[in-house]
């Protein structure tokens, strides 16, 4: 597979060239490559939640503590676990679809911008009360440098804004024992997923990952390292690293060392088929160019197709970098991904408020070529 590449060392406009990752090892050894990168263990299952609240009648969300390996770097093998602050909303029982999802905040508020309604949070507009009433549980768990997670302010500064992140010490932190910090959070929702799967009443082969912006890169990870997520919903950061984090200022939190040439985005969203996939992008995003994409999105299908499943999907909005995803989320509550696509779209006509646009098979609109923003891509290979 090819990248869009820009740069001065970059190929003319046309050229064709061979990311050396392309066809190094099978689905299984990228997957294994991933994990080894995150610092993921796949074979931990200690997630849980402190205590169980008894299931409320509507869709108010419930304070509860997650409970995850201990991630703290430079932490000795068998420490404590990790102490993680998170909401729990439950759908009304005659809602209730069985199905469960573990939500992720973008950059920002935290958790807390996930369920604020008077007024809501302008990036994720409710999100988490609306995936509540269409029938799922959902289980919301702080990332590290976010809301509640946040590495204190020094001796005698300001306290942080409520807004403000500490990303760039957090990225620090892990990177100087050998990890990103992303892995860190990629564990963390898997053990929220753990959690999410022994709550009364969920199906634990329905439990999703969804998230926006970027914490889009914590689904999209998740799934494609662990086997066992039913389906992701990727939204505003789905594009590809050359054409983003390597051509725009971004937050060092996204930085995983070693990904390429290997594992380009599209390689590593290829590992979640057969599963129901659902990425969302806008149209003026600053961060994640639509060219790239669209590009990106196009090497997907096949890999679906050849599989005999669904192809992923694509939704458009018109907004420049919506946070939080708006697109379908009744997808992750049916049982097999043809049935998922389906409900996926429906409540996508009906619950998106503002313009959107699906894309399927073909990299953009029906008639439409998306313009190369370097050299052509190459089909992922299997």
Known sequence: MTSPDRGADQPRQGARVERPGASAGGAEERRERLRSLLGLDPTTTEGRLAAVPSAPSDDGP???????????????????????????????????????????????????????????????????????????????????????????????????????????????????????????????????????????????????????????????????????????????????????????????????????????????????????LVIEAGERDPLFPIIATREAFSLLPPVWEARGAVPPELVVTRAGMPSAPSAPSTLFSSASPAEGAAVGRRAAEISLGRGMRRERASAGRPGHRPRPSAAPVAPLSE
């Open 62 to 276: 419930v304070e509860v503590q997650l409970l995850a390996p201990c991630g703290e770097p430079g932490a000795e093998p068998g420490a404590d676990p990790d102490v993680i602050p998170a909401f729990l909303l439950r759908p009304a029982p005659e809602h209730d679809t069985g199905a469960g999802v573990v939500l992720v905040a973008g950059h920002g508020r935290g958790i807390d911008a996930l369920v604020a309604t008077d007024p809501a949070d302008e990036s994720h507009d409710a999100l988490a009360h609306k995936l509540a009433r269409a029938g799922l549980t959902v289980l919301c768990p702080e990332m590290i440098s976010f809301g509640r997670r946040r590495v204190p302010p020094p001796p005698g500064g300001a306290p942080w804004a409520p807004e403000e992140k500490t990303c760039e010490i957090d990225a620090a932190r892990h990177l100087l024992h050998g990890r990103p910090v992303i892995g860190r959070r990629v564990a963390d929702a898997r053990a929220a997923v753990q959690a999410a799967r022994a709550l009364p009443g969920v199906d634990p082969e329905r439990v999703a990952v969804a998230g926006g912006s970027g914490e889009g890169r914590s689904p999209c990870l998740l799934a494609a390292a662990d086997e066992t997520i039913s389906a992701a919903l990727v939204a505003t950061y789905f594009c590809t690293f050359q054409a983003s984090l390597a051509s725009i200022r971004h937050c060092p939190c996204n930085i995983v060392p070693g990904l390429l040439p290997e594992l380009e985005m599209a390689d590593i969203a290829a590992l979640i088929a057969p599963r129901p």
